[in-house]
């Protein structure tokens, strides 16, 4: 037996009902938010990921799928969605064809972590980018998405996080206050905090060690340091969400992750999932698509975990597979009156088996309860000769003779 990879999973039958139902949901969403499907491939240039995600990132420090390919090219497989919508919007000009481009993807993600319940090496997200459009509108119509995804689920107890960390304007303000505000202080936080300080020290707000709470407590807030501009922006964010009676908290520690952040930072925390409590988060990314070769373009966006809102899906999601119908054959006529049977089922759009392998009544019948099969229908000579067919109905139990030639309406009328 040679194993899957660690940290990687197979979605089996079962489970992929849950999938199918967060991605229908995901789809219908964006589209209902004019939001249209971009797919881009999974391996890039690393530069991409060095340069967009960038240098001082977890992700492109220690988590990356690297390696040369055999002409001899640095690639990756892609850890996160956003710098490979960017590329795309750049190198197909889409900031001229589609100049407030609105764009979603789903599909799988790859980064080298440690895995745990709700982290995985191999996951799946669902990715919109919103780009070229700087109005706070946009930012409360991306959180609104993201809100309609978790509502539209059924996920009970998620609650929205938002934050603003500023511009290039402020931000740098902000930083030089953050590290004189730790001053010696600096050296009694962990290893992780004190690297932080220098490649990117708004991240030490990410910290989760006990030790260094008090001294990460006691810091200056990204907010009170705003210049006009971003301030403005962010009380028209809080607006916009209120006039549409989204429930949001703010938290001065919610910096995220990546390098690339400006402005509105959001998160959806959900409240099953343990540690890995992050079902979706995003924000706004002013700057991306001119440092990685564009225009000056706005973006803004958010990314979901597809495994966390499947772990966090209610019991009562409405999953269930489509009905189906099952043909059961009595002796050999029976059997080549089935196939034809099938064939009609399917050509009229139906879901319709039968058992392909000559098999008793009782296990074709126990086949058709463990399919769990909507509608039975009974072929044998008796039946035949009178021109019908013995439907049952396995919701309620009950059988009648259908005509022959009327069979396909009537098993429509059920599934
Ligand atoms: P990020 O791209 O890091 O901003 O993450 C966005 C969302 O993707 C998170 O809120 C999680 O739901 C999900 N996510 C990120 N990393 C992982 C992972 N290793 N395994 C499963 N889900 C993940």
């Known amino acids: 037996m040679i194993p899957a990879i660690r940290g990687t999973h197979d979605i089996l039958p079962g489970d992929v009902e849950k999938w199918q139902f967060v991605e229908r949901l995901a789809r219908e969403l964006c589209e209902r938010y004019g939001y249209v499907e971009i797919r881009t491939p999974i391996i890039e240039r690393e530069e991409l990921f060095a340069k967009g995600t960038g240098e001082s990132t977890d992700i492109v420090q220690k988590e990356m799928y690297t390696f040369t390919d055999k002409g001899g090219e640095r690639v990756t497989l892609r850890p996160e969605a956003t710098p490979s919508m960017v590329r795309s919007y750049i190198e197909h000009n889409l900031e001229h064809t589609m100049p407030a481009a609105k764009l979603y993807a789903m599909g799988p993600m790859f980064r080298y972590e440690r895995p745990q319940k709700g982290r995985y090496r191999q996951f799946h997200q669902l990715d919109i980018e919103a780009f070229g459009m700087q109005d706070p509108a946009v930012d409360a119509e991306v959180i609104d998405l993201a809100w309609s995804l978790i509502t539209g ?37 962990c290893g992780d905090c004190q690297r932080r300080s220098v490649t990117n020290p708004l991240r030490i707000y990410d910290c989760k060690v006990p030790a260094d709470q008090p001294i990460i407590d006691a810091l200056p807030h990204s907010i009170d340091y705003l210049c006009e501009s971003c301030a403005t922006h962010f009380t028209g964010v809080k607006t916009h969400l209120d006039a549409i009676g989204i429930i949001w908290r703010q938290s001065h520690r919610l910096v995220r992750g990546l390098d690339y952040y400006t402005r509105t ?79 009609e089922l399917r050509q009229a759009g139906l879901p319709a ?63």
């Open 353 to 415: 088996q039968m058992e392909l392998e000559a098999r008793g009544v009782r296990a074709q019948m126990k086949r058709a309860d463990r399919l769990a099969t909507r509608v039975t229908l009974i072929v044998g000579g008796d039946e035949l000769a009178r021109g019908e067919v013995t439907l049952r109905d396995m919701a309620r139990g009950e059988q009648r003779a259908v005509a022959r030639d009327a069979v396909v309406t009537a098993v429509r009328e059920l599934l």
């Open 153 to 189: 689920l059924g996920i009970p107890q998620a609650e929205l996080v938002i934050n603003s960390v500023g511009c290039a304007t402020c931000r740098p303000v902000f930083q030089k206050a953050l590290l004189d505000a730790l001053g010696d202080n600096l050296g009694n936080l």
């Open 265 to 343: 930072t959001f998160e959806v925390l959900g409240q099953t999932l343990g540690a890995q409590n992050a079902l979706l988060g995003g924000g706004r990314y002013d700057g991306l698509v001119k440092q990685l070769g564009g225009a000056d373009k706005t973006g803004i966006g958010f990314a979901a975990g597809m495994e966390r809102l499947v772990l966090a899906l209610p019991e009562s999601a409405p999953i269930a597979a489509p009905g189906r119908a099952f043909v059961v054959a009595i002796g050999e006529d029976g059997r080549a009156a089935a196939w034809q049977l099938i064939r």
